[in-house]
């Protein structure tokens, strides 16, 4: 058949004639060799393997700038102004690389795989090698709720917990990794989870192929959206947290939804070519001619795996199931996915959970709730309400904000200019818009809008990178028809023409030839890669906490008696919720500005108040570390001259007393008679 590989021997089936041409001349396509040709091949084989070239290089370059980073003394610009100007050629070289790979239809697909993981060890594995210890406060947060599984051997209410308790209504990322924490035989979930962000990012690379590969067999485009995602994904929600879990189930729900639920891949062949459908998925001739009992057993098995998707959607995170049921309901307004049972299976499970285990929780949380509802205005302004001070945070915010804000309209870019995929990528718009309401709903805790952003960049991420490339093949359709010409030009004339032809496959990919805009697509990828670590890591300044930080504050642990309070300015610090069973918190810059400037005022007096109800043999505690004033700075709440004096005002009270000090911090105790 034209356009496919010819066979090196015949086959049974196959008359001798074609047998004789297929001999007599291999297709362009095929690498193996000639009876008497061993020497040709070699060379063949070798420019065969070329994108290994820029690919080991990149990562020579990486491991060599990880190498000689120092990250002992990080400024506002995070890491960016730490790491070392080899990694920056290596993402260079790296991007390139990829770029004139997945360019060429000769190269297979394990290739551009092979640049995406490369990109994703460049990411996400350079911070887990460079800082010794884990980053972000909300990591070690969830290490601890995971502790506190360990240790209470069970699910316990608000009466004993208090705000955490909303963990144990949503258990099933925490349960799950007490089971591996017992597996793995390790301590705590410390002792992996720095290596969380590369393990959950690389986990999404499967339901997004899947989800792609639904709408078109273009390899370029596949493979230029998952990168773009990778780089556009900078809003870190890929730390160890249920989130990232979620965010994976979520995609492999749309996937399966994609792939098994359109009405047009109903007993046909699919968008990609082949049958899609539930229809097609069980063998004929089960149940009479026609194998309708193929049918419903192949319905059956993947209305399972959806409801156990959804399942573990739901037990393990509050927003992702709330997003899911949006998406579902875009998708089921439409002709092509008018299923409703994914939509409603979604629906009853999540409601299911919400009236039973998690019942406790949204009754309390519910009027704040209602009261969020439409205000989009501060939903939206929560997730930039605190302003970073100083050059470098304000670059690294603007960075991320560019990086988002481009990926964007290059989405809208691609969607006016691909006509194609507008209407038969219909449903990945959806998957790009189907967030945004969400706005309406909450503020998140501040987040909502990188929430938004996060759920919205699959879709986006397509129709961006249609819009870097030329005209895109949707269908399998159309690849063939170009692979049909391919085999007619290969069929033409015999002879010294036959030759000519045949060179191509053993020689390397000439480059593009240069004309207006041929490099302004590698260009704007190359600067999208690059952006991406000020818009990930711009702010390690407040997310790494040095072992030194860590022992301070574990010291307070080993020590703190049952019902004791450690009272510091923000929970920016390792193990801030440690044995949060025992003991309580307090951050005085999470109150109103009015008792903060009291605090300010006179430090000592008004803190030795506030820390005056513990109860002995309980003990009071205030804590001051350098995680906690990068924040502090960085955000604009409290400056380094004022936190200074709040130090300087406790140190000289007469009502503290000094426990523990180093370069990272100090812990002071209030003393009985205060």
Known sequence: MPGQQVPDTPRADEPPAHDSRTREEPTPHTT?????????????????AWPAVPLLAALALWGYAVRHTDVSALDDYGLVGALHPTFWVGLAVLTAGFWFTVRDPRRRSRWPLAHVLGLLVMERATQALLYPTPLYAWAWKHDAVVDHLLTSGGLQDADRLGDMAVYDQWPGFFAAQAALVRLLGVDNAAMYMAWWPLVSSVLLLLPLLLIYRTFTTDRRLIWTAVWLFCVANWVGQDYFSPQSVAFALHLGVLAVVLRRYSSRTSGSSGPSGSSASSGSDGPKGLDGPDGRGGVRQGQAVWAVLLSLLVVAVVVSHQLTPGMLVVTLLALALTRRHRDWLPLVTTVVIFLAWCLTAALPFLSAAMPDMIRSVGDVGANVETGYGTTPTGAGAVAMSWAARLLSGSVLLLALAGVLRQRVLRRRAFPLLLLAAAPLPMFVASSYGSEMIFRVLMFMLPGAAFFAAAALLPRVRASAAEAADAADAAARNAERPSGPSRRRFALPSFSPPSPP???????????????????????????????????REVALVQRLFDQAPDGSLVVAANRNYPLAYEQYWRVDHYWFLDDDRRHVDEIVRDPAGVLARDMAAVDAPARAYFLLTQGQTANSEMNGQLNEAQLRHVRESVAGSPRFERVAENSAGVLYVLKPAS
């Not at 060799?33 to 040709?40: D, I, K, L, S, V």
């Not at 041929?518 to 952006?531: D, H, M, S, Y």
């Open 513 to 547: 030839r240069l004309r207006y805009g041929a490099w302004l697509a590698p260009l704007v990828l190359l600067a999208g890669t690059l952006a991406f670590v000020p818009s990930y890591s711009g702010k390690d300044r407040i997310n790494y906490f040095p072992p």
């Open 32 to 48: 193996r060799e000639p009876a008497t040709g061993a020497p040709a091949t070699r060379p063949a084989r070798a420019l065969a």
